[in-house]
Every structure is written in C-alpha cells, then in structure tokens.
C-alpha cells in the first residue's frame, strides 16, 4: 500500500484543517487505519485509528474531542478532521495501516507526511 498525505498547512491556534490521506492498492479497505504525527528530534506518537468499516474509532487523550478520523473505502482514503487546533498539534502528519488492539502501526513503512503548523 502506497501512502500520500496532504491537507497541511499554517493556521492560527483555534483553527481547522481537514487531512487527507490517499492509498493506492486495492486491499485498503482490509486494514484499520491510523493517523500519527512526529516533531523533530521525537518519535512518532499516535493521534487517531479508525477501523476497516470506520465503525470504530479512538483517539489519543490530547486530540479527544477535537480531532475526528474517518474513511472512505470507496476513494481509498482516510480523514483527519482537526479543529480547535492548539500549538503543540504542530507537527508532520502521517497515515499508517494500523492495530486497533495495539494502536502501532503494522508495517515499518511511512509515505509521505504533511506538516501541519500552528501558530499561537
């Protein structure tokens, strides 16, 4: 599964983005999907997962109530739905095949990010 995330860019503390996530292959819709998201100098850490039919989903407790992930199987895509956003969300987003039981990617492999900046 190739993976491009797009969607980033700067906006002011209390505002919205909306990320999205394309990925090509045709067994998308087999995975749980996650959205994690990296500064520099730190590891990646977890922000969202959603599950194969997005009927389950969970969040990270400093994005809950804030961040909505969703997905369209049919465009082969994954949302991020970011509002109220605060300056420590600075960061590159990336999206991943996930564990729901585990909440860590299920591959060592990240395609391409996108930096999201907030400033306060």
């Known amino acids: 599964v190739q993976l491009q995330a797009s969607g980033g860019g700067l906006v002011q503390a209390g505002g919205s983005l909306r990320l999205s996530c394309a990925a090509s292959?045709?067994?998308?819709?087999?995975?749980?999907m996650g959205w994690f998201r990296q500064t520099p100098g730190t590891e990646r850490k977890f922000v969202a997962a959603?599950?194969?039919?997005?009927?389950?989903?969970y969040y990270a407790d400093s994005v809950k109530g804030r961040f909505t992930i969703s997905r369209a199987n049919a465009k082969n895509t994954v949302y991020l739905q970011m509002n109220s956003l605060k300056p420590e969300d600075t960061a590159v987003y990336y999206c991943?095949?996930?564990?729901?039981?585990?909440?860590?990617?299920?591959?060592?492999?990240w395609g391409q990010g996108t930096q999201v900046t907030v400033s306060s």
């Open positions: 991943a095949p996930t564990s729901m039981a585990t909440i860590k990617p299920l591959y060592d492999y």
């Open positions: 292959g045709r067994t998308f819709s087999n995975y749980a």
């Open positions: 959603v599950n194969w039919n997005g009927g389950r989903t």
